[in-house]
């Protein structure tokens, strides 16, 4: 099973900032079955977070509004949740294994966007 989770803002060259785009993906074959279960949010000291580098797409910036440690960190706590809570729950669409990999080569390489 693969999993495309991301948040992101694209930045135009007259450097207008878009709202939230979020996406949330998994498997085809997955999405069939509704996986989802109970599970935890675990709660992260933030000393050692940084903010995550933008990255270059044709002509835009492509910021991704999220934080990522470098190292290890140990949680101070950790919420049960259910997948009711999930507010994008409805949204999470299948994605093709296939093209997951065309779509994450163009975003690393500048190529252009597959079609």
Do not use: H
């Amino acid at each position: 099973m693969s999993t495309s989770n991301a948040c992101i803002r694209l930045v135009d060259e007259a450097g207008q900032v878009s709202e939230p785009r979020y996406v949330f993906s998994i498997s085809q074959s997955s999405l069939r079955r509704q996986p989802w279960r109970k599970g935890m949010v675990y709660l992260l000291p933030g000393d050692t977070f940084v903010n995550q580098p933008s990255l270059r797409f044709g002509p835009y910036e492509v910021r991704l509004p999220q934080l990522v440690s470098l190292v290890p960190v140990k949680p101070f706590a950790q919420l049960e949740v259910a997948p009711e809570d999930f507010p994008f729950l409805k949204d999470i669409r299948g994605l093709d294994d296939v093209r997951l990999q065309e779509y994450g080569q163009a975003m690393q390489t500048g190529a252009p966007w597959p079609e």
